[in-house]
């Protein structure tokens, strides 16, 4: 991606450590990238000595360069953004574009195909240019980091005596009122993050869920790990049920939760090798449940349960 690889001694550099990942933002300094990434600050490291497998993101504050008869649209449809959002493909680069609320002008990424780098056009002030900027920046590290053994999911986890719970499910589904329960009703429990924590598979096969600076409406940006102990797929209910499940059942519970580019064949297949370690080594289960405590006891007993087959599987190795 040649457009990247302009002068950056012309640029400020801003090294954050996502998850033991380095991603490095180079901006104009008068910018003021802290003004616009708050949520990063917990995240942020001095220059580092070794920084080969680094993602690099440039931001410009000028008009991007290619013409829109270049581009072929892969999708228009954003949970987050609606009819303002646009992810397109040209030959070398893709292109994730979303515009500014009550606006024509847009914030615009073009990224090399593996997301090691990008370039982001950054139209500013804008009221929810911060959101925008911080939301871009996942994608890319989201998509980076998967030749890694590291996924982004959409989640709310807790934590407990350095044991982490990630609770899945559809928007709107009570992942986040499910976790303030545990807060309220099982002690010593703390929150790791809201909305989009990440999970890292180790050389020996341990798996860790990592706080992020992405933690939706909840200000919550730990910078910290703890061991990944259970996988809880949320279904609303008239009863608080729990179905322990594996293989392609655990499989497909936790897929629609698994940030990745779906029209990339590369990217995909990396995140699937991910999630299939996951379902492996960690428990993973149905919780059909009501916001109530009652539910919040229901699943801290069975995913404290002692289980054999968990327990040897933790120790295997993944070369």
């Known amino acids: 991606?040649?457009?990247?690889?302009?002068?950056?001694?012309?640029?400020?550099?801003?090294?954050?450590?996502?998850?033991?990942?380095?991603?490095?933002?180079?901006?104009?300094v008068s910018l003021e990238l802290e003004r616009y990434l708050p949520s990063f600050m917990n995240f942020m490291v001095d220059v580092p000595s070794n920084a080969e497998d680094r993602i690099e993101v440039e931001i410009r504050t000028t008009a991007p360069e290619q013409k829109q008869g270049d581009r072929q649209l892969l999708s228009d449809i954003s949970q987050q953004w609606g009819d303002r959002f646009?992810?397109?493909?040209?030959?070398?680069?893709?292109?994730?574009?979303?515009?500014?609320?009550?606006?024509?002008?847009?914030?615009?990424?073009?990224?090399?195909?593996?997301?090691?780098?990008?370039?982001?056009?950054?139209?500013?002030?804008?009221?929810?240019?911060?959101?925008?900027l911080s939301?871009?920046?996942m994608v890319v590290y989201a998509q980076a980091v998967l030749p890694y053994k590291m996924m982004v999911i959409h989640a709310s986890v807790v934590y407990r005596q350095q044991e982490?719970?990630?609770?899945?499910?559809?928007s709107g589904t009570g992942k986040s009122t499910h976790s303030r329960l545990w807060l309220q009703s099982i002690e010593g429990t703390q929150l790791l993050n809201d909305d989009n924590p990440i999970v890292r598979i180790d050389e020996d096969g341990k798996i860790w869920i990592y706080g992020s600076p992405w933690s939706g409406k909840t200000?919550?940006?730990?910078?910290?790990?703890?061991?990944l102990k259970g996988l809880v797929r949320l279904r609303q209910?008239?009863?608080?049920?729990?179905?322990?499940?594996?293989?392609?059942s655990a499989l497909l519970a936790i897929l629609p939760s698994c940030s990745s580019i779906r029209w990339d064949r590369n990217l995909y297949s990396k995140m699937v090798d991910v999630a299939e370690r996951l379902i492996g080594n960690v428990r993973v289960a149905y919780l059909d449940c009501l916001p109530n405590r009652e539910a919040a006891y229901l699943c801290n007993k069975k995913l404290n349960e002692t289980n054999t087959l968990y327990?040897?599987?933790?120790?295997?190795?993944?070369?």
């Open 219 to 227: 200000a919550c940006y730990r910078n910290l790990r703890v061991e």
């Open 86 to 132: 646009r992810f397109e493909e040209s030959n070398q680069t893709y292109i994730t574009s979303v515009r500014y609320e009550g606006r024509d002008s847009t914030c615009e990424m073009h990224s090399a195909k593996d997301f090691r780098k990008s370039i982001i056009y950054f139209e500013e002030p804008r009221l929810e240019a911060g959101s925008v």
């Open 164 to 170: 982490g719970f990630a609770f899945l499910g559809k």
């Open 237 to 248: 209910a008239k009863h608080n049920v729990w179905t322990d499940i594996d293989g392609k």
């Open 311 to 319: 327990t040897e599987a933790k120790t295997q190795h993944y070369e």
């Open 1 to 28: 991606m040649k457009e990247v690889e302009q002068d950056k001694r012309k640029l400020d550099v801003s090294y954050y450590k996502i998850a033991d990942h380095l991603i490095g933002v180079y901006a104009p």
């Open 135 to 137: 939301w871009l920046l």
